[in-house]
């Protein structure tokens, strides 16, 4: 019999004891399982359906600094930025070029709200015309209109219906007051929480013209690609062709971080920022990968608890064993093989424990992804489908896999040795 | 007897039309600027009344500091107790904000309104309409029993708040009365009253004056500004330190 059946013998022999201890280990990966697959699945939902309500998965935006040291966003040179873009093969489905209107005053003649008012193509054929999620109205029609495309929430917020009027105030792109109006053409889903995030929609040109932007440019160049999570990869190749391209650029950073190196530093002509959706979405990552490192630290700190417990147990067992000990080197088992024996029963435990915790974790996401959350209507942002979308993150299945195993046979390993070091007739001798 | 009247009346319109032909309404701009900005710095405290249909009457008490040779401004926020110690800093172009919770600075635009009230950022800075505006229009209004020119002003830059204004000045002050201010698309947007002036020193600093939005209905904002000084202030008080001092 090999040393490593021998001790899977042992572990069934002893049933209520590993129970507890692997019970004890299944619950702390339970639970790391849990807040690792909640986290992924809100960031994956919260990546899919902000990418809907954006102009883009990768972002260039234009920056030119006036005397008076006003910072206009500018977009002139779209042709040479479609070459560089078709040349590198990068995989888009769409190139957006929009112009936006950050905080303007949404008013009706109820109230006023403030958010981004960002023009687009929206007619048929564009990103944004097939991913919206409409509730009313169509964007059809939009090319060429004065129609604003508004959430549900803003919609209630004004009190307005399909065909309201809608005055839009805001700043133009050199700082002076304009104001035009809009007419509701379409309400889309309510993005919840993430409502500010995305804003209103309308035709490029008018937005152009509420911000007196020059017919024909725009603010930001945007690409739809085919995989979102490609974004940082292409973003950084795209950044590296630009600079072999002398295109003019600001260093790679989030656009909050940016906006701060626009206002301190000046410059001559038009500088490039390229950012992507990750970037944009940074600080709300950061959130959940703090929530990731939280829960991992509360693991470690319970698994130092069980550690203990691991270690005791086994002086226990090791106690409680000796005569048998004694025994199975009086037949000839040697040192290695008898600390073995030990190890192997902590390592079956732990893994025992690990495969019994994921699989529970994994049955609660799934249980969890079945709920309709339709009635949350604030977090709808966080959710695909009203549901939570089910995400099992295998990659810190395997982490926790290979930390655990081998923190369970560190804490068996002062017993186990201690065990492998009896001799037989010390071990025989002894009376318990 | 009607022949003689009517070329009276006309006789009198064409003295009229001449009369307001012989102004010269570049040199009562000028006036309106040179009247009400001051050769060396002044301060008073301000008292700013936003209200807004459906909420509660905002109340806002301030320092107001300006220096307008050097065209810089320094507001200090007193009250109310969650705004004490925000500051507004006018250097040169730049209009900066202080947040002492975060005690950070930000940049703010002069078309920004200020403290989410119906007064611009610029309202607060020195009078340069001169300076920003062409005279498109002119013309003689009675307003509220006063003599008044009325000016029609495009904006000579495309960085003023107000591409367009319209004002009306008295005639016999050379002070502005009333301004109505027009966005890029022609709409009217606000409409800003200036009720009071007191004579400091041979100017003129507006004591009272009301702002009402004329996009949102029913929002309207009243500036009441006490206890003028013309008394020297120290260089510190112009400068971010300042705003980060006062609030250590």
Redesign the interface.
């Known amino acids: 019999m090999s040393v490593a059946s021998m001790a899977l013998k042992n572990l069934a022999r002893q049933k209520r004891r590993s129970i507890l201890l692997g019970g004890a280990i299944a619950f702390g990966i339970l639970i790391i399982t849990v807040v690792n697959g909640l986290s992924g699945s809100l960031i994956t939902s919260l990546e899919a359906n902000i990418s809907n309500l954006v102009s883009g998965h990768i972002f260039i935006r234009g920056t030119e600094k006036t005397d008076k040291g006003r910072v206009l966003y500018t977009f002139k040179d779209d042709k040479k930025m479609d070459e560089v873009v078709n040349r590198l093969k990068i995989p888009y489905k769409y190139i957006s070029k929009t112009t936006v209107a950050q905080q303007a005053s949404i008013i009706s003649d109820f109230a006023t709200t403030y958010q981004s008012v960002t023009g687009a193509d929206l007619g048929l054929g564009s990103y944004l015309h097939d991913r919206m999620t409409l509730v009313e109205g169509e964007l059809d029609t939009f090319p060429g209109s004065d129609k604003i495309l508004i959430s549900e929430g803003v919609a209630k917020k004004l009190d307005v219906k399909l065909g309201d009027r809608l005055s839009v105030q805001t700043d133009t792109i050199t700082g002076q007051q304009n104001v035009l109006d809009f007419y509701v053409g379409a309400i889309y889903k309510d993005p919840g929480v993430a409502a500010s995030l995305a804003g209103a929609y309308a035709d490029l040109p008018r937005v152009n013209q509420l911000r007196d932007v020059p017919q024909g440019e725009f603010n930001i160049y945007g690409l739809f690609l085919e995989d979102v999570s490609t974004a940082d990869f292409w973003g950084a190749k795209l950044y590296e062709e630009l600079k072999t391209e002398a295109f003019p650029l600001w260093q790679r950073g989030s656009p909050q971080e940016l906006v701060k190196l626009f206002r301190d530093e000046t410059w001559t002509g038009i500088k490039y920022s390229l950012f992507t959706l990750n970037d944009a979405l940074s600080f709300i990552k950061g959130i959940f990968q703090s929530l990731n490192l939280i829960a991992f630290l509360i693991l470690m700190v319970l698994f130092v608890v069980i550690m203990v417990g691991i270690t005791n147990t086994y002086r226990m067992i090791v106690y409680e064993r000796t005569r048998e000990i004694g025994t199975l080197r009086a037949l000839g088992m040697q040192r290695p093989e008898v600390r073995n024996l030990f190890l192997y029963e902590a390592i079956f435990l732990g893994l025992g424990g690990i495969l019994a915790g994921f699989v529970l974790g994994v049955l609660v996401l799934v249980g969890l992804s079945l709920i309709d959350l339709s009635a949350w209507k604030d977090f709808n942002i966080l959710l695909k489908d009203n549901h939570l979308k089910l995400t099992v993150d295998f990659a810190s299945f395997a982490f926790n896999l290979i930390v655990v195993t081998a923190l369970t046979a560190l804490a068996a390993l002062f017993p186990a040795r201690r065990a492998g070091k009896l001799t037989p007739a010390e071990a025989l001798r002894t009376t318990n | 007897m009607k022949k003689i009247l009517l070329t009276l009346a006309a006789l009198a319109m064409t003295t009229g039309a001449f009369a307001q032909d012989n102004v010269d309404f570049k040199a009562v701009l000028a006036k309106v600027d040179a009247q009400t900005n001051f050769k060396g710095d002044a301060s008073a405290k301000v008292t700013i009344q936003s209200k807004k249909p459906g909420e509660n009457d905002n109340i806002m008490q301030a320092q107001y500091f300006r220096r307008d040779a050097e065209d810089k401004f320094m507001i200090l926020i007193l009250k109310p107790e969650v705004n004490k110690g925000q500051g507004y800093l006018k250097i040169e172009?730049?209009i900066i904000f202080y947040d002492p919770e975060s005690r950070k600075f930000s940049?703010l635009?002069?078309?920004g309104n200020f403290q989410d009230s119906n007064a611009k950022n610029s309202d607060f800075q020195a009078s340069s309409l001169s300076e920003d505006y062409n005279i498109v229009e002119s013309g003689r209004e009675k307003l509220q029993a006063k003599d008044t020119w009325v000016l029609t002003l495009k904006?000579k830059k495309?960085?003023?708040?107000?591409?367009k204004m319209k004002i009306w000045v008295e005639v016999a002050t050379n002070l502005m009365l009333k301004s109505e201010?027009y966005?890029?698309?022609d709409?009217l947007?606000r409409t800003s009253l200036y009720g009071k002036y007191v004579n400091i020193d041979g100017r003129f600093l507006a004591t009272r004056m009301r702002f009402e939005d004329n996009?949102?209905?029913g929002e309207v904002t009243d500036l009441v500004l006490e206890n003028p000084s013309l008394a020297k202030l120290p260089d510190s008080v112009f400068s971010q330190a300042y705003l980060e001092k006062v609030n250590n």
């Open positions: 172009d730049n940049k635009t002069g078309s904006a495309n960085d003023v708040t107000y591409p201010d966005s890029l698309s709409r947007m996009l949102k209905k």
